[in-house]
């Protein structure tokens, strides 16, 4: 009897364990937040409270906290946190209404836009900051300076099978290549792929890519032959180890600066950065009170995360834009 | 013994404490099955799934690995490749350098000496993995391109030589308790019959605690195919077909850490290919077992 009963129990208790288990094993792997988190928390002072949640590019991520830890010093009961699952993945969980902030470093596409609309989640657009997309090899590459777009393609396209320097230009040495680059959910990936190969997404497919550009950062640093590119930022933060291309996009070769991003003339590669914002989030006075303090302080913040800031006039299109969306 | 004092062998009342206790125990030896019934469950299903939709065939003999790429290519090999050799380097290093120090600790070592190496053998196995890979990756490739061999920054050989330091204490540590478990009569005899003390070592207690320290390597051998952190970090995260240890290769496991901290969305064939990739992995730890399994049972030798 006493056997029977034992087993009977022991039985049951492993059925409750294998549902319990098949349970868990379906809904892991989206709802985290991926590619690590910046959470910075404060206390005292400020008459706001709340937290506001963003995620998205990991090249728009080091402005969002940059903005979030200024913010935090005046309003330090709002809790910010940025996560950095690149473009395409923050737009996933933005249209899941997990999120209040998409980082974005191109315009929502048409098909995120689709999803979002049929969630009942309706984003709202603010250019923050330029970028000019740096294309960067090791301090000790003493043979290039300046590449074309073709040439670009040339390495990067699909199906290329170039493995030395010597292939991109003759004068160049026989050094081989080596390429790091943004992985397939980055907006950084998106765009240059656009951009330099004429399709999003087309690109070969045998190089380093990793979502987190400090990967790529050592990588090139510590490869005479690397070859890699990122947003501008994680360059200027990187002076030291790496050197950037200058790029001729057909009208002479121009190196990735502020200036140039800001006019247009670092071609293709410069591009806008942008924050998008759930319209029911916006309602949020903490919310609000974020996205105003960012455009208020956009340039020192741009200039201390070390990105490239609005101009004026694309400044007052954003704040209007803001004014128009809360209806102030 | 007074007369009159009936001893039973049954208790009157139902002890219900005790049945308690049984099942509790029972519970607790449960849970380690359940849950690797669970792990095979959670890990088999979405891998099934994914084989509907990419053959089988295609992905164990595809030699490109590029799933997250237009067009997507599924061909595991390159992954199975990258783990063979960083374990087979790992093992390399982890076997005869484990199985040296077991020897010097039972056989040579002082009892001051062993004192000291012990313990020192403890704190290697206790270094997080992590550190681990930051130590292949700023110290081992630097040391490398120092001695003049031409590695990439990110390769297999530091990742490597690195796992196998790690493995090591775990080889001795096994081995060497394996050694210690041989009886003294055995070395006594061989003294006896006028073996030196290098004889006694490989040919009477190495032979004699085989099964013991072949245990150890297969152990160690699980460990080098599942370690994560090292070859993320140092070993790079491009599949590439490749037996040349000085360039970058991608492990299995790396992939499937930088696939799933990514964020592929949920129920994709992208997010399948973590668990085929997981489940491949299993099927090869557990093949590694079973062989072991086998090999200790053929070579105990047993002495009671």
Request: net charge negative.
């Amino acid at each position: 009897m006493t056997n029977k009963r034992g087993t009977i129990t022991r039985i049951a208790l492993l059925c409750g364990l294998l549902v319990l288990f098949a349970g868990c094993g379906g809904g892991r792997g989206d709802d985290d937040e991926a590619g690590g988190t910046t959470a910075v928390a404060g206390t005292g002072g400020g008459d706001l409270s709340g937290r506001i949640q963003a995620d998205g590019s990991s090249t728009v991520g080091p402005y969002t906290t940059a903005a979030a830890e200024k913010f935090q010093a005046e309003q330090p009961n709002v809790q910010v946190t940025v996560g950095v699952s690149g473009t395409g993945g923050g737009f996933e969980r933005f249209c899941r209404g997990e999120t209040d902030l998409s980082n974005a470093s191109r315009p929502i596409k048409d098909e995120e836009a689709t999803i979002c609309t049929d969630a009942g989640i309706e984003a709202v657009e603010f250019q923050v900051a330029n970028d000019a997309l740096t294309v960067v090899v090791n301090k000790d590459n003493d043979w290039v300076d300046c590449l074309t777009t073709a040439q670009l393609k040339k390495i990067w396209e699909p199906g290329s099978k170039v493995k030395s320097w010597k292939e991109v230009d003759p004068s160049f040495p026989d050094e081989e290549m080596k390429l790091f680059g943004p992985g397939t959910d980055s907006g950084t990936f998106d765009y240059f792929t656009d951009e330099i190969n004429g399709e999003e997404g087309a690109s070969r497919s045998d190089y380093a890519a990793s979502e987190d550009d400090n990967t790529t950062v050592t990588g090139v640093a510590g490869e005479k032959g690397g070859l890699g590119y990122f947003g501008f930022s994680y360059f200027e933060e990187n002076q030291d180890t790496l050197k950037a291309l200058e790029i001729d996009g057909g009208d002479g070769c121009v190196a990735p600066s502020v200036a140039a991003a800001q006019d247009g003339t670092y071609k293709p590669l410069s591009r806008p950065l942008f924050i998008y914002v759930k319209q029911e989030s916006l309602a949020r006075p903490e919310v609000e009170a974020f996205l105003r303090f960012l455009l208020e302080n956009e340039t020192s913040i741009a200039e201390a995360s070390q990105f490239v800031p609005l101009t004026d006039e694309q400044l007052t299109k954003a704040k209007s834009d803001l004014d128009a969306a809360t209806g102030a | 013994m007074t007369a009159g004092v009936e001893v039973r062998l049954h208790a009157r009342r139902r002890r219900y404490g005790e049945d308690v206790v049984k099942v509790l125990l029972g519970v607790c030896a449960l849970i380690s099955v359940a849950t690797t019934v669970g792990i095979v469950v959670a890990l088999f299903l979405p891998a099934f799934e994914f084989f509907g939709e990419v053959s089988v065939v295609d992905f164990f003999t595809g030699t490109e690995w590029a799933p997250l790429f237009e067009p997507a290519r599924f061909g595991v090999l390159p992954l199975i490749s990258g783990t063979l050799l960083v374990t087979s380097i790992a093992s390399l290093v982890a076997m005869p350098l484990g199985l040296g120090a077991a020897i010097y600790l039972s056989e040579y070592a002082g009892p001051r000496t062993r004192g000291f190496l012990k313990p020192a053998l403890e704190v290697l196995a206790g270094i997080p993995t992590i550190v681990f890979g930051y130590f292949a990756l700023t110290f081992m490739t630097p040391l490398l391109r120092d001695l003049g061999i031409q590695v990439d920054i990110f390769n297999t050989l530091s990742a490597g030589l690195v796992m196998g330091v790690m493995l090591m204490p775990i080889v001795a540590s096994l081995s060497e308790d394996a050694m210690a478990a041989v009886p003294r009569d055995l070395r006594d005899g061989a003294y006896a019959l006028g073996s030196t003390k290098l004889q006694v070592a490989t040919r009477i207690v190495v032979p004699a605690a085989v099964s013991g320290i072949v245990a150890s390597f297969v152990l160690a051998i699980s460990r080098a195919i599942g370690e994560t952190m090292i070859v993320l970090i140092a070993m790079g995260q491009q599949a590439k077909l490749t037996f040349d240890p000085r360039a970058a290769a991608e492990a299995m496991t790396a992939f499937i850490a930088a696939t799933g901290a990514g964020d592929v969305p949920t129920g994709s064939i992208e997010y399948k290919t973590i668990f085929a990739v997981g489940a491949t992995l299993f099927v090869l730890t557990l093949v590694m077992n079973v062989v072991a399994i086998r090999l200790v049972r053929k070579y105990r030798e047993v002495y009671e």
